[in-house]
């Protein structure tokens, strides 16, 4: 069961459109963004480097990059201490590759994933005492290492904090205390008393900034200032990976780094999407999203993630290659490793979990790295907040993935007395605890859930009923003006009622793609294509419409299945013959009249 929302928001749609040149269709799609008036609309189409926000404006980025320079100077050795998915690799390379570009004895470590967990840790920290470092700089992490922050004091070392996580808190009198660690400066927007305009950039982006700001001190300008635009490309790719919202600073950012990574001048990259078969003037933030960034994480899931950052790192092609092709068999075993993870935890919410508004799992054999993931996709299934846990012996490992009406990191801190380790955002988090505590902390959780039958309703958003004699391939082109598309910018969706089925066939050599002969009730008739669930697809319009339709569906006859369906335009092309088309991302069969 879905609920379908249509969007109903007003606005002189005609108007606007004369106005910015553009079909009316793209102010409604804009106007369903959030976007009102003209100069806003027409920034959003226009949009440029211009738009990004004075890295100034971050608290503390001044005073972290006068100190940084102070060691550099002296002649310090200084720790990079980033994390091991792909921002945290991004960061890392980033921060790296600036400090060295300024003359600094600079290294790189990153906990491992298994070993040490997230974030900075006294292992890592007295190992850079070892090595003679009086600097540490994390990236990606470290603004809940209250403890670690001490250490490093302890020991003499100075720290400086760069990262985007929620900041920690404890609620007294109905009110949030913010609890920070000790560092000389912290970097991270998310600090209630930051100015910086926009808080939903990724740590990699934070990076990024305290890069430019650096540049800027040392008045790196010329051959400096193209070497740090160099790197839009790496923070684009930590902002799609890491499913930050592509809005405001971060689409800029991310257009424009994909215009860049389509040229790409880093030999680990292009050797990376060489590996993985794309077509690198293609790119897109769907190709960062789903198969370049599971790769790189792919290196701290199963290796570590230091050969990913080796591979960003490599000049020699030869090298690079071999290095991406190794990552890229890391993250196909990764795959398989998950279906069997999903598959095991689906296997128990069916047997006694259905009644749960949050699911909490714990799985037996499973990788720990892959928490996370098979989280996200049990999340998906049922839609409801889910956490996956594992056993590590010592402890259980959890991480969480949530749905929109569930704040997971507010309400799983009201139950953090129960964890050793935790942090996390309001869409997923990460934690630790003991087996005792089990079955209280799931039960605490459930009863504080505030969690209503609806809020566990998917729902469709849909930008406009859009009948498809509207479609061209103009059309089609334009709405690419929006993109890029992902988390807080979804794709257009656009739905229609009352399609009739001329004939359905199974394609694919695994028998995955479902395409459909449509036509509407004006007579137009188009191709479709559904890669989701066929059986489940076949199943609905058997139950509805009875077995005998389905079957004359498929063998091309008359019948009388009749369905509705959100879908996104497309473009086939075919021996350079195109076409339009419907991609399927949703359905729904009325029932028969």
Known sequence: MERWILATKKADFTGLGKALGVDPVLVRLMRNRGLETFEEMDAWLHADLSGLHNPYLLKDVEKAARIIISHIKAGHRIMIANDFDCDGISSGYILQSCLENLGADVYVDTPDRIQDGYGINNRLIQAAADQGAALIITCDNGIAALEQAEFAASLGI????????????????????????????????????????????????????????????????????????????????????????????????????????????????????????????????????????????????????????????????????????????LNDARKDMTAKGVEQARALVEQSMLSSKVLVVLLENCHESLAGIIAGRIREYYNRPTIILVDTGKVLKGSGRSIPAYDMFTKVSKHKHYLTRFGGHAMACGFSLLYENLQPFIQALNNDCGLTDKDLIPIVNIDIQLPIGYLSETLIHAIELLAPYGNGNPHPLFAEKGFTVDQARILGVNRNVLKLKLRDRRGLTIDGLYFGDIDAFNNQIANTFGPEQLERMYSGQKNQVELLLAYEPDINEYRGVTSLQLVIKHYDVPKPR
């Open 158 to 329: 100075e720290l400086i904090i760069t990262d985007h996580h929620e900041v920690p808190f404890v609620e007294e009198n109905g009110e949030k205390r913010y609890i920070l660690p000790r560092a000389a400066a912290i970097v991270n927007p998310k600090q209630p008393d930051c100015p910086y305009p926009f808080n939903g950039i990724c740590g990699a982006v934070v990076a990024f900034k305290l890069m430019q700001v650096l540049y800027d001190i040392q008045n790196i300008q010329d051959v400096g200032s193209e070497y740090l635009w160099n790197f839009l490309e790496i923070a684009a790719m930590a902002t799609v990976a890491d499913v930050m919202e592509l809005r405001d600073e971060n689409r800029i950012l991310v257009r424009y780094g994909l215009e860049q990574m389509r040229h790409t001048k880093n030999v680990g990259l292009k050797a990376l999407i060489d590996a993985n078969q794309l077509k690198q003037d293609r790119i897109s933030s769907y190709h960062i999203g789903f198969v370049i960034g599971p790769c790189l994480n792919a290196s701290g899931r199963l290796s570590t993630a230091k050969k990913a950052l080796w591979l960003l790192q490599e000049h020699n092609p030869e090298k690079a290659a071999e290095m991406a092709q190794e990552l890229k068999k």
